[in-house]
């Protein structure tokens, strides 16, 4: 991070850290294990029960569970990853970039009081 970055620099610094930032997902991923809805499965009878995978995420205001078949559990791994990733570079875009807008702020504020008359004298 640069110690006075412009808003222009902090838009190409994230748009640089988010480049290879694909797959994202939100959410939660998990492994369970379940027993299914037939009386005599070997597998429940046994003890071992069905595993799947799980992408847990919100849909509007409504949690939301998706099933994932297993060979795309470590693309689902991944994207989660990313996306929170993405999460943590949006807060600090976002505060980067006020500080920005800040300094940018306080040196146009600055640039017009070099303008103005010194106190007491009138300008012609």
């Given amino acids: ?6 808003p222009d620099d902090v838009q190409r610094w994230f748009r640089e850290a988010i480049a290879n930032l ?3 997902a939100e959410g939660s991923f998990s492994f369970r294990r379940c027993r299914c809805i037939r009386s005599n499965c070997p ?4 003890g071992t029960g069905h595993s ?3 992408l847990y995420a919100r849909k ?3 949690r939301t569970s998706i099933y994932v078949p297993a060979e795309l559990a470590s693309t689902l791994k991944s994207a989660i990853r990313n996306g929170r990733r993405l999460q943590e570079l ?7 970039y006020t500080q920005a807008l800040k300094r940018e702020r306080i040196t146009r ?3 017009h009081q070099d303008e103005q008359p ?3 004298k009138r300008s012609r």
Avoid: F, Q
């Fill in 1 to 6: 991070m640069k110690a006075l970055e412009t």
């Fill in 22 to 24: 694909w797959p994202v």
């Fill in 43 to 46: 597998a429940c009878t046994h």
């Fill in 52 to 54: 799947s995978y799980v």
């Fill in 60 to 62: 509007g205001k409504t």
């Fill in 90 to 96: 949006i807060n600090d875009a976002g505060v980067r």
């Fill in 109 to 111: 504020h600055r640039g």
């Fill in 118 to 120: 010194e106190k007491g």
